[in-house]
DNA sequence: TCAAAAGTGTTGTTGATACACCCATGA
DNA sequence: TCATGGGTGTATCAACAACACTTTTGA
C-alpha cells in the first residue's frame, strides 16, 4: 500500500453495461422504443437497448455509442439517471448497469430504420414484462423525466424542430397524464417568450391549421442566465 | 455467441468505486467532511471518502459500507449522484467512480471521532482542491442538494431530531444562499402542518430561547400520498 | 436597563385557475 | 353547411412578497 502509485491490482473487477431508456413521442402517446434480446441469457425476451463498456472508451461516449449501433441514432438528448448494482440483477454474471435517459423526436424514427434494427415503439401504458432489473429502470426514468420536464424545456427535444401549441400541450398532457386547460396553457407557455411563432401552419391536425413554432435555445439560455426558472 | 448462458468475458472489466459527497450543517453554514487521503496516488491529499466496490456487495451496500469505515457513521441520509466514467480520472488505473452524497446532523459527528477517523469539515466557501474530479462531484452534489431541498424535506436531515425556526431558516438560508423573511418563513413552514412544537425552548441561542419543534415524517408522507408537494 | 434574538399580521401584487364562444377550413 | 380542432379574454382566488414593532431574558 506504500508504492508510489498503485494499479489497484488488490481490488475487484466487474463489466459494466449501459441500458437506455429512450422515449418517444407519437400519436399522442409517451413511448418506450425497446427490443428483443439477441443473446444470452433471455435472447429473444424484451429488453432495453444496452450493451458493454469498452476499455477505451469514457461512460458517456459509451452510452452514445451503444445508442447508436443498436438504432443509428446520434446527437440525442441523454442523461445519466443511475447504476443499478444489485449482485443478482444478472444471473449470467456481475454486471452493474449505467442507466441512461434518452429523448428522441419519434418523426426521426422511421420505419425503416426499426425494421433494420429490430426496434419497436410501446406505449408506455402496455409495456411488456422486460428482462432483469429493465422495468424498474424505466419507472425510474419516467419519474425522472416528469421532474425535469417540470423545470426544465427538454420536451422539446421529443417534438420536431417546428411544432404547434397544440401538439406541445398534448405532449405535457401525455408525460404527466392529465389535462390541461388549453388557454391557460397557451398563455404560460408564450408568456414565458422563449417560443418564436412562424408564418406557416401546420394543416395536418385540423381543417383550420395550427401555426408552427419553433424553440428559441438561445433566448431561452439568456433567460438562464438572468436567473429565470422554467416550469409549466 | 450463441451459449445459453453466457459469462461475459469477451467484455472488458473495471475497477469501481463509490465515493462520498458529505454535508453538514453547523455554525450557520453548510459544510463539507473531507480527509487527508490514505494511499497512493494523491497520498496526503484533500479528499472525498471513497473505497472500492468488493465483489460480493451490491453498489448502494458499499456506500453504506465505505461511509461507516471511514466515519463511524450509520444509519445515514444518502442518495445516488452519478457516475463518473472518464478515461483519465485517475491516473493509476481506469476506475469508475459511483458518487453519492449524504446528510449527516453535524452534532452526531463529534471532535473525536473526527480525530480517530482523521476527518475534517470544512466550509463550502473555503473549499480546498480536492483530488482527481472530486471538486465537480462537490458542485454536482450541491446543485442536487439545492434542487432536493427546494421539494421534498431532505433538510432535517442536517439538523437534530430538534430544532428551532430560526435554526431551520438559517439552514435554508445557507444552502440556497440568500437571505429570507422570518415571518414569510415560519407562515410557509408552518402551514405545511408536517412540523410538532415542543413545550421546551432551546435557551442556546438568544435570551429569550426559540421553541423547539420535531419533524413529523408520518404527517408528512400522509400528505404525500395525497399528492401534497412540499416547497420552500 | 439594555442588547439580542424570537415572535407576530396585514396589505398589495402576482400568478393560477376556471370557464364559453367564435374562427377557418376541407369535405 | 357542417364538423373539427384552433384560437382568444376575463374574473376569482390563492400564494407570495414586503414590511415594523413587541416580547423575553441574561448580563
Redesign the interface.
Known sequence: ????????SE??????AVDSIIFGFDEGELKLLIHKRK???FMGDWSLFGG?????????D?ANRILFELTGLQKIYME?L??????ERD??????S?AYYALIPAHRYSEDYSKQYGATWVSLKELPDLIMDHNDMVKSALRRLRRRTA?QPIGFELLPREFTIPQLQSLYEAIYQTELDKRNFRKKILSMGVLVKLEEKDMSGSRKGAFLYRFDKRKYERLIEKGYNFTI
Open positions: 500500500m506504500n508504492k508510489k502509485k498503485s494499479n489497484y481490488y475487484a473487477l466487474f463489466h459494466l443473446f444470452e441469457p458493454f463498456l469498452k476499455e477505451e472508451e469514457s461512460l458517456s459509451a445519466e443511475q447504476t443499478y448494482g444489485d449482485i444471473p449470467a454474471g456481475r454486471v452493474l449505467v423545470s
